[in-house]
């Protein structure tokens, strides 16, 4: 079988279904010479799986559980804002906490992989512009955020979009409804919830979206956070500090893991 795979991953990712396929059947077809020549050994260091997304786009107030700790409507459309695609760290790389920051926060956030270039899709058509999906950790600043009463500078920070640690594709994970999603902070059980309660489907959440932009292939969309996440916890809030460790599972895609340190003064 005379076929090869694009370079460069952001091109397999551009090449959407096909792409997939293609790389299915000449996995199916090789040998075991072959598939240990192409493999890389155990002690590797993972990567974003998308370093430079066009756009990352991210979701507010998706999970009911989520508006509910916080006593908010449920969203009649998306709440939609934007990070820029200098936050994005990968697996174990550090999130670094600047000192002037004092209430630094995660959210585990079901990521979707855009896959083709599209405008105005309807829902039912959706998943055909799927590539994957991965994990995001919105990280934020609340006092920024809850300062400026909108959200993008608390959101934009260097390292604030840890990403990882893979893309499951939209063949090998077709169904989303009811995916547990579980935060740890030094082994303390922050988040425990399931997709299911989305307010908006990752196929709804595509179809607002291509209303509103063009979606580009590699384009990443965190379609929200449910329930306990830091500054809601109660009795008092609980923000991230200087060596904590935050763990992220999704289920069907894996965990992702990072280490917050606080940057020095200078």
Request: hydrophobic content about 40%; glycine content about 6%.
């Amino acid at each position: 079988m005379n076929r090869q795979l694009p370079e460069h991953f952001e091109n397999f990712i551009a090449s959407g279904i096909e792409g997939v396929r293609i790389s299915e059947e000449l996995l199916n077809c090789a040998s075991k010479t072959d598939v240990k020549y192409a493999s890389s050994p155990l002690k590797v260091t993972l990567l974003p799986p998308v370093a430079s997304p066009p756009k990352i786009i991210c979701l507010g107030l998706n999970y009911r559980d989520h508006a509910a700790e916080q006593n908010a409507a449920i969203p009649d459309e998306p709440i939609i804002f934007m990070k820029p695609h200098t936050a994005i760290v990968g697996p174990n790389e550090n999130i670094v906490k600047p000192n002037f920051v004092q209430m630094l926060d995660y959210e585990a956030e079901l990521a979707i992989v855009i896959g083709a270039k599209v405008k105005n899709v309807l829902a039912s058509k959706a998943k055909l512009c799927i590539f994957g999906f991965t994990i995001l950790n919105d990280v934020s600043a609340r006092d920024f955020q809850f300062k400026d009463k909108q959200w993008t500078r608390g959101k934009s920070f260097d390292t604030f979009a840890p990403i990882g640690p893979c893309i499951t594709t939209i063949s090998q994970l077709p169904d989303t409804s009811d995916l547990s999603i579980r935060t740890w902070v030094n082994n303390e059980l922050r988040q425990n919830s399931s997709t299911k309660n989305m307010v908006f489907n990752p196929f709804e959440i595509i179809h607002h979206l291509s209303r509103v932009m063009t979606l580009e292939p590699c384009d990443i969309i965190a379609t929200g956070t449910p329930s306990g996440v830091g500054f809601a916890l109660k009795p008092q809030p609980k923000f991230l500090q200087n060596g904590d460790i935050v763990r992220i599972e999704i289920e069907k895609i894996g965990i992702l893991e990072n280490a917050v340190i606080e940057e020095k003064a200078g």
